[in-house]
């Protein structure tokens, strides 16, 4: 039995990514939660011909119902970017978001793998672990930042440049998940061109959208390869599964950054493996230094806001 909850069930990630979720035939109960509109959502993916039981819960009291038992917890919830924001300016809306989804995961599905997706994900992320942390059940190999739309973008751009197939593209994307946090370890033709495209390419889509959010539909693709990924290593427990995505690690720990992502082995508890930092050339040892004061900043404010309130 292979329970996941979708949180923000209802938003621009996730219908999309609940109905990723649905076609995935290991996943036998998939339990949509968010404040408006899941009775309708669940009830139009339970038409699909999949194994998984699909329910939907709507509002604070259906919380719990809907992680009681989660293997897996996705959290899509909160508010998206519009035109000139950055993701840090999301923190005062969904920081709150997200804690309370964590405070109930805690008591409701303490041993779940929870993939964050809610921005800021350099804070949203730390924010989860301070919470598990006071509820006595933190296990850092379970907590997951979704950074793989960087992935899912490097791989479309680079094999846009016109190099083989893009299917056959895996770019190396370390750091975290906001503009100049995002490192992309590429090759020396690639780097002039594409750098900046992949660190800010969400912005492209924010202004594409003029308004109306940021990106959905990619991200939903991107959320599901990794919520795939995470059910082949502790379902099927398939040997040699990897993902880029933002842990707690030491990888960084000698700049005093406690979250980064690398490339990470999952395996049937969570993260089996964290790589180091892979060998960084000048132009990239110029971006992890331009990247550590910001995610150092984001981090200490998803912690404070955690730990800086009364028990
Ligand atoms: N990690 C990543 O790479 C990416 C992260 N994002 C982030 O994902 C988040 C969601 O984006 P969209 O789906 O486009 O937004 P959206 O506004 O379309 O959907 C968000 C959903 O969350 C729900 N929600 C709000 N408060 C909630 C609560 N307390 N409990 C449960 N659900 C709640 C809303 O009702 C809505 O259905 C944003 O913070 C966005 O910045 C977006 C793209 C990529
Ligand atoms: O740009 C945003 O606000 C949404 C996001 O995280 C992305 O598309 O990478």
């Known amino acids: 039995m292979v329970k996941v909850a979708v949180l923000g069930a209802a938003g621009g990630i996730g219908q999309p990514l609940s109905l990723l979720v649905k076609s995935n035939p ?46 897996i917890v996705v959290i899509p919830a909160g508010v998206p970017r519009k035109p000139g924001m950055t993701r840090d300016d999301l923190f005062k809306i969904n920081a709150g978001i997200v804690q309370t989804l964590a405070n109930s995961a805690a008591k409701n599905c303490p041993k779940a793998f929870i993939a964050v997706i809610s921005n800021p994900v350099n804070s949203t992320v730390p924010i989860v672990a301070e919470v598990f942390k006071k509820h006595g059940v933190f296990d850092p190999k379970r907590i997951f930042g979704v950074t793989t739309l960087d992935i899912t973008r490097a791989n479309t751009f680079v094999g ?113 493996k964290i790589h180091p930092i892979p060998p960084l050339n000048e132009h990239e040892k110029k971006l992890y230094l331009a990247a550590i004061p910001e995610l150092k900043a984001n981090i200490e404010k998803g912690v404070a806001f955690v730990t800086s309130q009364s028990a």
């Open 160 to 272: 846009q440049l016109g190099k083989g197939e893009i299917k056959d593209k895996s770019v190396t994307v370390i750091g975290g998940h906001s503009g100049v946090t995002i490192i992309p370890i590429l090759s020396a033709e690639e780097i002039d061109a594409l750098t900046h495209r992949i660190q800010y390419g969400g912005d492209e889509v924010v202004k594409a959208k003029d308004g109306a959010g940021s990106a959905t539909l990619s991200m939903a693709y991107a959320g599901a390869q990794f919520v795939n990924a995470l059910l082949d290593a502790v379902v099927l427990k398939k040997s040699g599964i990897t993902q880029c995505t933002y842990v707690k690690s030491d990888v960084a720990a000698a700049e005093g950054v406690e979250y980064f992502s690398t490339v990470v082995e999952l395996g049937p508890e969570g993260v089996a």
């Open 26 to 71: 290991l996943v036998t109960e998939l339990a949509l939660y968010d404040i408006v509109n899941t009775p309708g959502v669940a009830a139009d993916l339970s038409h699909i011909s999949t194994p998984a039981k699909v329910t939907g819960y709507k509002g604070d009291t259906e919380l719990a119902a809907a992680l009681a038992g989660a293997d």
